[in-house]
């Protein structure tokens, strides 16, 4: 799986948007971006993925630069419940080896009122 | 939706003792299910993936022997932490992924907390 880089921490005010990067520069043609965040204590809950085009949700929008190396997930208005952990994950598909989920030590986001 | 269960959410034991924890996909069929571990202030660590019966593949420096893994059925995945001692306490969670699908899905977690 490629390796990403996240920032340790961020900060956000309530009902702003919130941007969160991830760089992937080692990424292949066949391999996702996930998103992932684990609220303290619990496990991890899906947010969005994508693979080269952007995408959107009701949760969140994934921007996916052009040559894949970097993405960004957008809350749109986040909020205090937001605040969590957020794990940028690259992998292949669900047919390869590679289709397991490494995570990294991901982006703490604060939320701040 | 697409809901994992984990139980018991959280258990006590004492050293020397093996625990059962239960991984069930609610609502869907898992030809894949996931384990993690997760220490404090960590990050999530893979120890083993499994696939309906079939032997599960565990990660480098994980030992099968002591983290015994069934996926019986499509929807029911099992750890067994056996000889527990207390540097195994942790959370553990798994995760179960479609079939022919890319997304996983993660259930609550387990705290273990060994004596």
């Known amino acids: 799986d490629a390796k990403t880089t996240q920032p340790t921490s961020m900060d956000c005010a309530e009902g702003r948007a919130a941007n969160l990067p991830c760089n992937h520069s080692?990424?292949?043609?066949?391999?996702?971006v996930y998103w992932y965040r684990q609220i303290h204590s619990q496990g991890p809950q899906y947010i969005i993925h994508?693979?080269?085009n952007n995408e959107t949700n009701e949760m969140a929008s994934l921007i996916i630069t052009e040559d894949r190396k970097s993405s960004t997930l957008i809350l749109p208005h986040a909020t205090l419940r937001d605040t969590a952990v957020y794990y940028c994950?690259?992998?292949?598909?669900?047919?390869?080896?590679?289709?397991?989920?490494?995570f990294g030590d991901g982006t703490t986001l604060t939320v701040k009122p | 939706g697409a809901v994992v269960s984990q139980h018991p959410s959280r258990v006590i034991c004492k050293s020397g003792t093996s625990v059962k924890i239960e991984c069930r996909s609610l609502d869907f069929q898992a030809t894949t299910m996931f384990w993690y571990r997760q220490f404090p202030k960590q990050s999530l660590m893979l120890m083993a993936t499994?696939?309906?019966?079939?032997?599960?593949?565990?990660e480098q420096g994980v030992e099968k022997d002591k983290f015994l893994i069934n996926h019986a059925s499509l929807t029911l995945s099992t750890l067994t932490v056996t000889s527990a001692h207390p540097e195994d306490s942790s959370f553990y969670i798994c995760s179960a992924r479609k079939r022919y699908q890319e997304t996983q899905y993660f259930g609550p977690g387990t705290r273990l907390l060994v004596l």
């Open positions: 994950i690259v992998r292949g598909g669900f047919n390869t080896n590679a289709g397991k989920s490494t």
């Open positions: 080692t990424i292949s043609g066949n391999e996702y």
């Open positions: 994508g693979l080269k």
């Open positions: 499994s696939n309906e019966g079939s032997k599960a593949t565990y």
